[in-house]
C-alpha cells in the first residue's frame, strides 16, 4: 500500500504567487517606514502651526499653513500603498525634499542660538526628509524587472534611471523649489534685539491694527519730522544720516522678526509701517504733517504698498524695491525659466503665511501721488529691480524721482556714494517735510 504525503501549501504555490506574495510584503514594511517619516512632518505642522505658534498670534490664525500641508500629506499616506514602484518612489523624493525644506528653518534657528517653540521639532523633520529621499531609490531597486537578457536589462535600467533622473530635475525644480522657498520666505527672518543705532534713542513699543506688539528704537526729532525705517542691510547706517540732519527715527523691527510678535509675513508688512506711522503721530516732538517712511529692498516694496493706502506718510524713500513672490516681469531666458514658477510660489506663499497677496506695486503706486516718492536702485542689483524701478517710476504720479547708484550693490548706495546719498536723502525730505 502507497502511503500519501500531503505537502505543506507553500509547496503547491506557484512562482508567480510566491513572487507576489513577496512584494506584497516589501510594500507593507515600505509603507510602514514611509508613513512613520510622514507622520514626523505631519507632527512638524501641528506643532508649528497649532501646538506652538508665534507670540501674538493663535491656532485659529493657522488655519491654511496647517490644515492644508495636513489634508495633503494624509491623502499621500492613504494612497501610497496603491501606487506602482515608480508612483512610490517619486512621492516619497518629493515629499522628503519638501520635509528637508521645511525643516531649515529650524535647524537654522537652532544653529543661531536662537530656537524656541516649533524650531526644535525642525531637525527630525529633515531627518525624516532625508529617509524618504534616500527610500525612494532603494524602492525601485527592489522592484526591478530581472526578465529578459542581460544586455536588455541593462539597457531598460539605463533608460529608466535617465527618465527618472528628467522626471527628479522637473519635479525638483517645479514644485520642491518653490514650495520650499516659499515656506523658507515666511519662517526666516531676523532674529535678535533690533539693531543697535549708536545714538541715544529709546526702546519702544509699537500696536499694529491687528493686535501685534513691535519692537522699535526711537530717536527724538530735533526738527518736528521724524521717519520710520524699515529695517534692511543699510538700515542703521541710513538711521544715523537722518539723525544728524535733525529728523526724529523709528527703527522698526517687522512682525515675526528680532523682538516683535507674530508670524514672519511680509505680505502684512504694510500694517507695521502704517502702525510705526501712527506712533510718530502721537509723539509730541513730531509734527503729524510731517512723517515720511523709508524702505529698503522688501521694506522699501513694503513700503510703496502702504503709502498708497495710508496718507499717513507725507514724503517717501523706496530703495532696491524689486518684484514681489508672484509679481516677476521677467525678460530672456529668465522670464523662460521662472515665469512658469509664479503659480507654485505664490500659491505657496499665500497657504503658509494665510494671507492673500498684494496687489502689484505697478498697479497701486500711482495712489501715493500728490505726496513725493524718490526711488533708488542699482543696476543690476537684484530681485529684478534695475527692470521694475523704470516702470514703478513709469507708473508714479508727480512729484517723484528716480536714482540709479552708479557702482552700487543691492541697497548698497550709502557705501558706494556716501556724500551724494546723504546730500540726495537729506534733500528729498526737507523739501517735503520742512520746506511747507
Known sequence: M????????????????????????LVGRETTLVRLAIGVVALHVVNDNFLQPRPGTS????????????????????????????????????????AIGMGFPGAYYMLEGSAS???????????????????????????????????????RRALAAVLGALAAIGVAYFVVAPIAFSYSYTH?????????????????TIRTSDG?????????????????????????????????????????????????????????GDRDLIAGAEYLRGRP????????????????????????????????????????IGEADLTGID????????????GATAVFSNHRPPRPIVDVIGSIAPRPVLLIYAAPGMGGEDVRQPKYFAAAGQPKSIWKVPGAEHTGGIDARPLEYERRVIEFYDAALLDR
Open 212 to 268: 501685534l506688539e513691535l519692537a522699535a528704537s526711537y530717536v527724538a526729532s530735533k526738527n518736528r519730522a521724524a521717519i520710520v525705517v524699515f529695517p534692511g542691510a543699510s538700515a542703521v547706517k541710513e538711521a544715523r544720516i537722518l539723525w544728524r540732519n535733525g529728523y526724529g527715527v523709528l527703527l522698526l523691527d517687522p512682525r515675526g522678526q528680532g523682538g516683535s510678535q507674530g508670524d514672519l509675513v511680509r505680505w502684512a
Open 188 to 204: 526666516v527672518g531676523r532674529t535678535g534685539a533690533p539693531a543697535k543705532l549708536g545714538v541715544p534713542h529709546e526702546s519702544v
Open 117 to 155: 517653540g516649533s524650531h526644535y521639532s525642525g531637525p527630525a523633520t529633515i531627518a525624516a526628509g532625508v529617509a524618504l529621499v534616500l527610500g525612494g531609490p532603494v524602492t525601485l531597486w527592489k522592484a526591478r524587472r530581472s526578465d529578459g537578457t542581460r544586455r536588455r536589462r541593462y539597457l
Open 285 to 324: 516732538d513730531v509734527d503729524p504733517g510731517r512723517i515720511g517712511g523709508f524702505g529698503s529692498s522688501v521694506g522699501g516694496e513694503i513700503l510703496l504698498g502702504a503709502a498708497a493706502q495710508s496718507a499717513i506718510f507725507s514724503a517717501v524713500v523706496s530703495e532696491g524695491a524689486g518684484f514681489r
Open 59 to 98: 491656532p485659529g490664525e493657522h488655519l491654511a499653513s496647517g490644515l492644508v500641508p495636513i489634508a495633503i500629506l494624509t491623502f499621500i499616506a492613504a494612497v501610497y500603498p496603491r501606487l506602482p514602484a515608480a508612483g512610490r518612489a517619486a512621492t516619497a523624493m518629493t515629499v522628503g525634499g519638501l
Open 2 to 25: 502507497t502511503e500519501s504525503v500531503v505537502l505543506p501549501q507553500s509547496a503547491h504555490a506557484s512562482p508567480t504567487k510566491t513572487t507576489v506574495a513577496r512584494i506584497v510584503g
Open 335 to 346: 522670464k523662460v525659466l521662472f515665469t512658469p514658477l509664479k503659480p507654485m510660489l505664490t
